[in-house]
């Protein structure tokens, strides 16, 4: 049985970190569950909210088959096939199973690019997220925690930066340093750092005010030390839910600058990309454009149910609100 | 409330300062702009040629000087493309037809918004409830372009009612609006309940409630006043988000000719100086939303503080 002292909330954290006694945390633990007792509660909730669960379906089956691509795609995806030259989809007429969604002008495999598109949007999400969010979660606890100076010129940075046309200077940076994955990762993540730094701030200057925060100072502890262990743990659940919300506004953003040309490169493959060269086809070849399209926005529309899920299991009041509404509906039923 | 405004005001006025500043330290300090113009194959000698004939060898301190300096007069540079024109000639032409765009999609995003989110609001969790609420997350995880293109498929591909695209009159105003509108009446659908669901949850309209206020008057004049400064907040940063990008996008799709449209042109002509232009206009007017609202802000709800 091993106890998570990061997972046991605050004032047992910090009891760890002054005493050093692991015996003396493993006896005052309040609620001694064991990870897999809290991952099993997790799955249970995640099924009470039916929408959250098929968004995390649905988002994991995205990361398997991104990750497992050459095994999961039918076909290459850069495989030109002038044979087999815009198929429709299998269902609809003319169309045929070995590309269940049709193929592109030169023959490529609908399925298989967007197999293959997954793994950018991912990639790029998940950078931006660790990029963006290191950076802002950073400078928002130095502007929390020091204050002065420090504060007032973060802060005036990060009101600025707020105010500026975004996705406009996005694309002034991505075309000015050329199409690249590479380059919507910087372009994106310049782009989003401040909201992480704004929120840890804000939980920062909450935090700071604490006992425990106090007591760490008294005895002595060093302002890192205080920063990163005593701080810092109060930010994991609004952060997660941010990134998880950021992470849709993010794979929105690549799929934008790729659509405009400004975004990954041309011979990548991306979802964006396949939606600006399926657009001259429209007249004749819809899929080309609605397959990716439909995708990017079930992707968007799951990683939102996943994050009001987190929204509402991180705030008890909300809980409480949610546990509250299903008991007056039930007996609505009840009595009805 | 004349203090507050000069500071708001003041306030936009740093934030156009510092707009100009990072717009001309990217293109000129912290990329290659020469690279940019110049095709891939361009020699050594050429790259030097063209570096001198923009100035782009001086100093960056001089150039910075002589482009304050000719911002000051309201000279934006001319354009690479169409030589000898001045970009905000272009501007000039082409920023009506995006505000005219802006107006039309935030008019319907706001105007379908309003409604939809107070009668989600009036029964949480019912049906009606849960239906606008799932339209609303569908509406708000479609890219524009996605919605845009959609929008053609069916419109102006298989039903020919409308055009594909291009400037016009009003048939050929609707499908940019809607599609610059449909993500916009998610999100502003779902905040126009929820601030509304809290309204209505509040001591003061159980009070109204008891003292036997109709319905209809609980609604608008007591639970909206409240809920309005929420969703004024969030209909000006949809409306700048929408003159800061979103129109590109939207614009593109319909071959729109506003300053979006002509943003990507700047792109594809390697015309450094209109792109740049273009994101100065725009973050003027970003300020301009932002402060305007904020203003309108103060009018409706006194008691908030310039931070």
Known sequence: MTIDAHDEGVELHDLSSVSGDELALAGISHHGRTRSARVRELIVELWHDKAGFIGVCFLSMLVVSAVFAPLVAPHDPRQQDLVNRVQPPAWSDGGDWSFPLGTDGLGRDVLSRLIYGARVSIFVGLAVLVVAGLAGVLLGLLAGYRGGRTDRVIMRIVDTQVAFPGLLIAILMASLIGPSIRTVVIVLAINGWMIYARMTRGVVLSVKETDYVEAAEIIGCKARRVMWRHILPNLAAPITTLAVIEFARIVLAEAALSFLGVGVKRTDISWGLDVASGQDQIFNSWWLVVMPGILISLTVLSVSLVASWLRVIADPQEREKRFAATQIRRGARDDG | ?307
């Open chain 2, 1 to 307: 409330m004349g203090l507050f405004a000069l500071r708001r005001i003041g306030q936009g006025l740093f934030v156009v300062v510092a707009a100009t500043v990072v717009v001309f330290l990217l293109t000129r300090a912290f990329t290659d702009p020469v690279g940019f113009i110049l095709p891939l194959e361009a020699t050594e000698a050429e790259r030097a040629a063209r570096e001198v004939e923009l100035g782009f060898d001086r100093p960056i301190i001089v150039q910075f000087g002589d482009y304050v300096e000719d911002l000051s007069r309201g000279d934006f540079g001319e354009s690479l493309w169409q030589p000898g024109r001045p970009t905000i000639d272009i501007i000039g032409q082409t920023l009506p037809k995006t505000l005219k765009l802006v107006a039309a999609g935030m008019t319907l995003a706001i105007g379908l918004a309003l409604p939809l989110g107070m009668i989600a609001a009036r029964r949480p969790g019912g049906l009606l409830d849960r239906v606008l609420v799932t339209i609303s997350l569908i509406g708000l995880s479609m890219p524009q372009f996605f919605v845009g293109l959609l929008l053609i498929i069916v419109f102006a591909v298989q039903l020919r009612w409308l055009p594909v695209g291009g400037y016009g009159g009003f048939k050929h105003l609707l499908l940019p609006a809607i599609a610059l509108a449909l993500p916009a009446v998610g999100r502003l659908t779902m905040v126009v309940r929820s601030a509304m669901i809290d309204e209505l949850n509040s001591q003061y309209v159980l009070v109204a409630k008891a003292k036997g206020l109709p319905t209809r008057a609980i609604y608008t004049k007591h639970a909206f006043r409240n809920a309005g400064v929420q969703v004024l907040t969030l209909s000006g940063w949809e409306i700048t988000r929408a003159l800061a990008g979103f129109t590109v996008v939207v614009e593109k799709v319909f071959a729109w000719p506003g300053f979006g449209f002509f943003a990507l042109e700047a792109i594809q002509r390697r015309d450094i100086f209109l792109l740049s232009t273009i994101v100065l206009v725009a973050a003027i007017l970003v300020v301009v939303v932002n402060v305007v609202i904020d203003i309108l802000y103060k009018l409706i709800d006194p008691r908030i503080e310039v931070s």
